[in-house]
């Protein structure tokens, strides 16, 4: 039995929930993943899986094997890693998790530049917009946008503001007119995005003045292109993305309401920025990932 290798395929079935989804991303057959396992838990003498005819779970012994076998993995990677990178290429494999419209817009455009600039690197991009765990998903960047974390197992690198604008489109301020002041949202219908239930508070920051105002609605929505979507049909006004609106507002399809404000959702400033494990901190193709991230994410957000 070859130990490193059974090793992640246990890790592909815990992910996969079975053994053909865990052979196809090792490139094996299902039977050589069966074998691995079974020799596996024949050497610890202990049961890792419960197996069913629909889907393979960890059994208590498993779950805590896991746990070490993710971190044992993650260190022998960068400890590779490492080595590659003695001579300044980067090289190897890079798993990168970004929010789904976020690198749909202003990533995806631009990867195929990093793939040329670095031929020994290959990508793996996770989009997803719920909270990626870097160690449990195997993710060496995740970019993330709001409050960053201060956490000590994490290390994270701002890459930029993220700017939002109050938007509507004119048809809507034609027929319930244009707020004047923040306050005034409270009698509109604002779209909201669905991390919340019930009223949202935005924040408005205009030099040493502040206020907030409670908005609600009759639409809220868990991704910001169907929001957007939303405003561009009259639906209501939203606070949306710098980087997702602001051709919009360019071409004349919506309108940027109470331009010289700051406007922040729940009184805090939000940044887009990349996190990564501190053992990840020396690593040639992690440097080269963040460099193009800092130089793609300024630009999509100018000042």
């Not at 490193?4 to 992910?15: H, K, N, S, T, Y």
């Not at 301020?173 to 508070?201: I, K, M, N, T």
């Amino acid at each position: 039995m070859d130990k490193l290798q059974a090793l992640r395929a246990l890790v592909d079935v815990a992910e996969s929930g079975g053994f053909s989804s865990a052979a196809r991303r090792l490139g094996v057959a299902t039977s050589s993943v069966t074998r691995l396992l079974d020799g596996l838990e024949a050497s610890l003498g202990s049961a890792l899986l419960t197996r069913s005819t629909r889907r393979v779970t960890l059994t208590d012994a498993g779950v805590t094997y896991l746990e070490q076998v993710r971190r044992i993995l993650a260190e022998l990677d960068e400890a590779d890693g490492s080595v590659s990178d003695a001579g300044g290429d980067a090289v190897g494999p890079l798993r990168v998790a970004l929010p789904v419209t976020f690198g749909r817009l202003c990533l995806a455009p631009h990867i195929a530049g990093f793939l040329r600039e670095h031929p020994r690197v290959s990508l793996e991009l996770v989009l997803s917009d719920a909270y990626v765990d870097l160690v449990a998903d195997r993710v060496d960047v995740a970019v993330r946008i709001g409050v960053p974390d201060r956490q000590p197992h994490l290390i994270v690198r701002r890459l930029a503001e993220h700017r939002r604008y109050v938007v509507a489109s004119h048809d809507y301020l034609a027929a319930h007119g244009v707020p004047e002041q923040p306050q005034a949202l409270a009698q509109h219908d604002c779209l909201r995005f669905a991390y919340q239930a019930g009223p949202q508070r935005w924040a408005f920051r205009r030099g040493e003045l502040s206020e907030t105002v409670d908005v609600s609605g009759r639409l809220s929505v868990n991704n910001s292109d169907m929001l957007r979507e939303a405003v561009l049909a009259g639906a209501g006004i939203a606070l949306l993305p710098q980087w997702l609106v602001q051709d919009d507002v360019q071409a004349g399809r919506m309108r940027r309401l109470f331009e010289d404000y700051e406007i922040n959702p729940q009184e805090q400033a939000i940044s887009v920025y990349a996190a990564y494990l501190p053992n990840r901190r020396h690593s040639r193709k992690v440097q080269v990932l963040l460099e193009f991230l800092q130089a793609r994410v300024g630009a999509a957000m100018p000042d």
